[in-house]
């Protein structure tokens, strides 16, 4: 049987890390860390100046920290080097480069689907992916007047609108799926093999283009894309062109409050996930950290904070599982 993970964490930022960090304090097992960039703490690296002043009570928000992390306040490279050494110290198994698709409970265990196709198997799950997730764009420019029908989700189609989706991974092949009963649809892919879906999106993607519910164009890429009296008119690499009412691209990436959805969280009217006191979401065994939880910014020891608090609970959990 495959190994079963007490704890996974999404998201390697400081609520992430906090959360990993935590959990070996307490001597918790089988935890592990996913994390979509190349190292830990994407934000931190990638949005922050290098030599920039980090404050503990970030925009003047007094925050004592209550868990086991000693962060205060530095400069980038010094909150870095933090983090590097606690993640060494207490020796956390944590996959760097995996994104973190979706997460399905199916009984007591939560289905943990990376986008490059591995699972892995869960008690408690803790999300901290914080805000700044973005979708992937494509390389060519997208017509401004197009932005109602031009989507990197499924949220706002109608009925019977012919949709063409683009991409080649799990998302794409389930919006095609699910859209073609409703939608005649083109599903386009730039390579001719799906070699990244699981085994129920292959069979459902055979079955759809067996009764030619979803309408292929693999093998060939997008070259632009024109407004077409509203609508987006698509010219692709073999020479073809077709309008479309819709366009919806799922080529890597996700906005985190679609993540959310994708994860049947209840959400608050401002698009972020209800929690109670403990920071368990509305799955049970789901518990949310960081900026995630908030409209506008939180900040670092915030984040550590609810890493902490969301570890506390799931323990108690544990001894009861
Ligand atoms: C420019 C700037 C300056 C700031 N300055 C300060 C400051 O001085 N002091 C302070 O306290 N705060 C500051 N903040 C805020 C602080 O950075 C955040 O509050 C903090 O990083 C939140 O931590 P987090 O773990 O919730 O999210 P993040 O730090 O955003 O970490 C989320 C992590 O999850 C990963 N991830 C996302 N989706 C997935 C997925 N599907 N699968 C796997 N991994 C995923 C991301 O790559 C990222 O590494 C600043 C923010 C910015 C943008």
Redesign the pocket.
């Known amino acids: 049987m495959n190994k079963i993970y007490n704890i996974a964490i ?9 959360s990993a960090v935590e959990s070996a304090i307490l001597g918790i097992k089988e935890v592990i860390l ?4 190349e190292g ?10 290098d030599k ?8 003047g ?1 007094k ?1 004592e920290l209550n868990g086991n992390i000693y ?1 205060c306040d530095g400069t980038k490279e010094s ?1 870095l080097d933090l983090f590097d050494k606690i993640i060494k110290e207490n020796g956390l198994e944590v996959h760097f480069n ?4 979706s997460i399905k409970k199916e009984g007591d265990l939560f289905t943990i689907q ?2 490059n196709n591995e699972i892995t198997k869960a008690k408690f799950i803790v999300i ?6 973005q979708p992937n764009k494509p390389t060519y420019p997208l017509p401004f007047s197009l932005k109602k029908v031009i989507n990197f989700n499924a949220n706002t189609t109608t009925d019977g609108e012919k949709i063409l989706v683009v991409g080649g991974g799990n998302s794409a092949v389930e919006y095609a799926c699910v859209l073609s009963q409703t939608n005649p649809i083109t599903l386009n892919y730039r390579r001719t093999e799906f070699s990244r879906i699981n085994e129920t999106n292959q069979e459902s993607l055979n079955a759809c283009l067996t009764s030619q519910k979803v309408t292929p164009k693999f093998g060939i890429d997008i070259q632009k894309i024109e407004d077409e009296n509203g609508k987006p008119k698509v010219y692709f690499t073999d020479g073809s062109e077709e309008v479309f009412d819709r366009i919806i691209y799922a080529i890597g990436g ?1 906005a ?1 409050i679609d ?1 959310l959805k994708k994860c049947n969280l209840d959400l608050n009217e401002d698009g972020t996930p209800i929690v109670d006191d403990k920071h368990q979401s509305s799955v049970d065994g789901i518990y949310i ?6 409209k506008n ?7 550590l904070n ?2 902490f608090h969301s570890i506390q609970s799931i323990q108690e959990k544990l001894t009861r599982f």
């Open positions: 999404i998201g390697g930022g400081p609520g992430g890390i906090a996913f994390e979509k960039g830990h703490s994407t934000t931190i690296r990638k949005f922050y100046k920039k002043r980090v404050d503990k009570d970030y925009k928000q925050v962060f909150t995996t994104e973190v698709e990376t986008t901290s992916i914080g805000k700044m997730g996700i985190p993540f950290a960081g900026d995630i939880l908030f910014g939180g900040s670092i020891a915030t984040a609810h890493g």
